[in-house]
């Protein structure tokens, strides 16, 4: 699967941003979607993941309660809608499917990723 991601942007703190995910293939239901991001000297970390079936969905801590996750299986598209963004959301965002049932929340369980989209929020 391919996977297209699209709605970063500069935000101030406080802000929103949605971003998405179009996959490609007819099996997208199939696929468990995560989202991970990268900050400047950081490693790549999980945000959020939701799995196959809209079954179950998991955040990191760290976002919990401000972004949501979401899928529409027959647009084949996945979104994490960002709310009261601070400046320690700025990274690179990445958008990842896992053939697994779980929500993962390790990279190195899945596939596939897409291009990273900068998302800058500024104090």
């Known amino acids: 699967v391919q996977l297209q991601v699209s709605g970063g942007g500069l935000v101030q703190a406080g802000g929103s941003l949605r971003l998405s995910c179009a996959a490609s293939?007819?099996?997208?239901?199939?696929?468990?979607m995560g989202w991970f991001r990268q900050a400047p000297g950081k490693e790549r970390e999980f945000v959020a993941a939701?799995?196959?079936?809209?079954?179950?969905?998991v955040y990191a801590d760290s976002v919990k309660g401000r972004f949501t996750i979401s899928r529409d299986n027959p647009k084949n598209t996945a979104s994490l809608q960002m709310n009261s963004l601070r400046p320690e959301d700025t990274a690179v965002y990445y958008c990842?499917?896992?053939?697994?049932?779980?929500?993962?929340?390790?990279?190195?369980?899945?596939?596939?990723w897409g291009q990273g989209t900068q998302v800058t929020v500024s104090s």
């Open positions: 990842a499917a896992r053939t697994g049932a779980a929500a993962s929340i390790y990279r190195s369980n899945y596939n596939y």
């Open positions: 293939g007819r099996t997208f239901s199939r696929y468990t």
């Open positions: 939701n799995s196959w079936r809209d079954i179950a969905t």
